[in-house]
């Protein structure tokens, strides 16, 4: 089973979180940009974009932050978490 955790910060505070579940036979990358859409379609975000700072940070920690920089469009919020709380 993978689990991903979503969750939107403002002002230090937790607004909004989401979990998501995988447990298809397939790759930790391709589980992660499933979850990833749930996640955006779930929050009504555009799919951010994913810079070398973040990708780096999630392949050594299994956890990253979104901010505006990572959004095309504006987003109401100081940044999107997402943590890998489980994986196989």
Do not use: G
């Amino acid at each position: 089973m993978f689990r991903l955790w979503a969750r939107e910060f403002k002002n230090n505070k937790m607004i909004k979180d989401i979990t998501v579940s995988n447990d298809k036979n397939d790759t930790r990358t391709h589980k992660v940009f499933e979850a990833m859409d749930e996640i955006c379609y779930s929050f009504d975000l555009s799919k951010p974009i994913w810079l070398d700072n973040i990708v780096e940070e999630f392949r050594l920690h299994s956890k990253t932050r979104f901010t505006q920089d990572s959004f095309i469009e504006p987003v109401d919020f100081d940044y999107l978490e997402i943590q890998v709380i489980e994986e196989d």
